[in-house]
């Protein structure tokens, strides 16, 4: 089965410094996407930031950047310089890359992140 | 460009009665998403529609929920009759293309069953 794990329930940071939320999944796919949602209070889900397995070099956007270890199938999520807007839910997830046209998404619990002033 | 809405926001209804959620999709994308994140657990996957036809429905709870997306625009999920249960929060996400792994997701309507 195809799981993924963010053993993380709550973090907090202070402003203008860096966190990193952790996430771990499991498949036998050799091909795959792994991305990171944001879940604001307002509710609209937005994609952070996507990884595909097949690429070695680690994604990055803006202050977001990932750590991709495919062996330990491991992607964290790191923040730098930590704003007051990003005080929100994480959820890291997964999809198959091999899914034909089915994209569905399989999610971890999520990880509440307070950014502190 | 409109992005995926959902209606209503919040429903409130006793247990045995029905809701019908709606999602209307962003203009001109073909596949459509069904989540549910019930509290304390994991968000699940529903169903998955290609314009109106049903991709892959493996994600329903079971037969008391209906999903229909008629003319391949605007979807709805119905659930009838409502348990204790089906409460939670039902996102819904479209994408443009199902090869292209990214999906918008809509604000969710939070369903609290009574």
């Known amino acids: 089965a195809q799981t993924v794990t963010q053993s993380q329930p709550e973090m907090s940071v202070q402003e203008a410094e860096t966190v990193t939320l952790s996430c771990t999944y499991d498949?036998?796919?050799?091909?795959?996407?792994l991305f990171w949602y944001k879940q604001p209070p307002s509710r609209q889900m937005i994609l952070v930031i996507r990884?595909?397995?097949?690429k070695q070099q680690n994604a990055t956007e803006n202050r977001f950047s990932v750590n991709f270890q495919k062996a330990a199938k491991s992607f964290s999520l790191k923040i730098s310089d930590s704003q007051l807007g990003d005080t929100a839910m994480y959820f890291c997830?997964?999809?198959?890359?091999?899914?034909?046209?089915?994209?569905?998404?399989?999610w971890g619990l999520g990880t509440s992140l307070a950014v502190n002033p | 460009e409109a992005g995926v809405t959902q209606f209503p926001s919040h429903s409130v209804i006793e247990k045995g009665q029905t809701v019908t959620l709606r999602c209307d999709p962003i203009?001109?994308?073909?596949?459509l998403y069904w989540y549910r994140r019930v509290m304390g657990k994991e968000i699940k996957f529903l169903l998955h529609?290609?314009?109106?036809?049903?991709?892959?429905e493996s994600g329903m709870p079971n037969n008391r929920f209906l999903a229909e997306r008629t003319g391949g625009t605007y979807s709805t999920l119905k659930v009838q009759p409502a348990e204790l249960e089906d409460s939670g929060v039902y996102f819904c996400?479209?994408?443009?293309?199902?090869?292209?792994?990214?999906?918008?997701f809509g604000p969710g309507t939070r369903l609290t069953v009574l």
């Open positions: 997830a997964f999809t198959p890359g091999d899914a034909g046209n089915n994209r569905k998404l399989i």
């Open positions: 498949t036998s796919e050799n091909n795959y996407y």
């Open positions: 990884q595909e397995a097949y």
């Open positions: 203009s001109g994308h073909d596949n």
């Open positions: 529609f290609v314009k109106e036809s049903k991709q892959d």
């Open positions: 996400a479209s994408s443009r293309d199902a090869g292209l792994p990214r999906q918008y």
